[in-house]
């Protein structure tokens, strides 16, 4: 009787990555995102009056358990990970509101210390994995550090934004060019003079968010604010719809690759 080789054991799988790849609709969602962080945070606790306190509790608690999602999922689902990114951008404009209008914290004062904190969450992420690489996020604890260096951006970029456009007087309009420029240059160092992707990605990462918190402010503001009156209502309700559309779109294109 003829003996049949055995079968080969199969390799097993590399772990997933658990963040999307850096393409041209990440960017756009998350300059979305974090636009409309802004107006959310001011639509629920200044339209709906539930005040900022009541706000951030509230907010708070629907980041954990979006954040709980997306760390069980294991790998990048699109509806998950957007989620918990709309989420702490909410969260992380109402910490900033909080630090300044309720307890009086100067907004330099705050950008300086959310940079600070920024910087150590890099250098202490650094030294126990080894990268900052957002195509290495494969375990719970890298996933933890990456979504930590993403809450200090997010509350660094409304002071930041809110310190140019109204305390240094540029306005809304003026405050977003700045810091798109600062973007162009960035994209210009990475495709033309050979920035390094890593640090070239989370300045941009950085610099994304008083962008996007400037162009909520100058959509949903009044005219004597240097805003085009839209309303939080009607420019979250955009964005938020934007997004969900760009979020399906990946999803799609997610379910042909795998399948």
């Given at each position: 009787m003829e003996r049949t080789a055995p079968m080969a054991r199969s390799e097993p799988l590399p772990p997933a990555n658990r963040v999307p790849e850096v393409t041209l609709d990440f960017w756009l969602i998350k300059l979305l995102a974090v636009t409309m962080g802004e107006t959310a945070a001011d639509?629920?606790?200044?339209?709906?009056?539930?005040?900022l306190a009541a706000t951030s509790i509230l907010m708070t608690g629907v980041l954990?358990?979006?954040?709980?999602?997306?760390?069980?999922?294991?790998?990048?689902?699109?509806?998950?990970y957007w989620s918990a990114v709309v989420l702490i951008s909410v969260v992380g404009t109402l910490v900033t509101d909080n630090l300044v209008d309720?307890?009086?914290?100067?907004?330099?004062?705050?950008?300086?210390?959310f940079t600070l904190a920024l910087a150590a969450t890099f250098l202490l992420w650094f030294r126990a994995?080894?990268?900052?690489?957002?195509?290495?996020?494969?375990?719970?604890?890298?996933?933890?550090?990456?979504?930590l260096a993403i809450l200090f951006p997010f509350a660094l970029g409304t002071a930041a934004g809110d310190l140019m456009a109204e305390q240094f007087g540029l306005g809304y309009f003026a405050t977003g060019i700045l810091f798109a420029m600062i973007i162009a240059a960035?994209?210009?160092?990475?495709?033309v003079l050979g920035l390094d992707p890593i640090l070239g990605f989370w300045l941009a990462y950085i610099f994304t968010r008083p962008l996007g918190a400037s162009i909520g402010d100058f959509l949903s503001q009044p005219g004597d604010y240097g805003g085009l009156g839209l309303g939080t209502v009607l420019t979250s309700a955009l964005f938020l719809g934007v997004i969900a559309l760009i979020v399906m779109y990946m999803t799609t294109q997610q379910a042909r690759r795998t399948s």
């Open positions: 639509y629920l606790a200044v339209n709906l009056g539930l005040g954990v358990v979006a954040l709980l999602l997306q760390f069980a999922q294991r790998r990048y689902v699109p509806w998950s309720n307890l009086g914290i100067p907004l330099w004062a705050t950008a300086v210390a994995e080894g990268t900052l690489s957002i195509h290495a996020v494969t375990t719970f604890r890298r996933e933890a550090w990456y979504w960035l994209a210009l160092g990475y495709f």
